[in-house]
């Protein structure tokens, strides 16, 4: 699993992850990002709105299914405060 993780998500977010956390995420266009904590979580809500993009609330999942629930997933408990528009943007894979 961990190694799933570091070839779709990098060792930033990699290395924080839990199989068996539960992560609420939310994408915003094609990017994806996870929250081990509901503050943070609608904190993020408020700055994505803020930004002037729409979020996508995505159900919850457990950290061993990361990788099927969002294999697009930027960053795990992300301060999304100073957010544009081209932050999201579609990123070339990490490996192929």
Do not use: C, H
């Amino acid at each position: 699993m961990r190694r799933t993780w570091l070839e779709l998500y990098g060792p930033l977010v990699a290395e924080r992850l839990e199989a068996q956390r539960r992560y609420a995420l939310m994408r915003v266009k094609a990017a994806q990002f996870a929250f081990s904590d509901y503050d943070a979580y609608t904190r993020a809500l408020g700055e994505v709105w803020a930004a002037g993009l729409v979020p996508e609330p995505m159900p919850s999942t457990l950290g061993a299914d990361l990788a099927d629930a969002a294999p697009n997933l930027r960053a795990l408990d992300p301060d999304l405060a100073d957010l544009r528009p081209s932050d999201i943007e579609p990123r070339p894979r990490l490996f192929s």
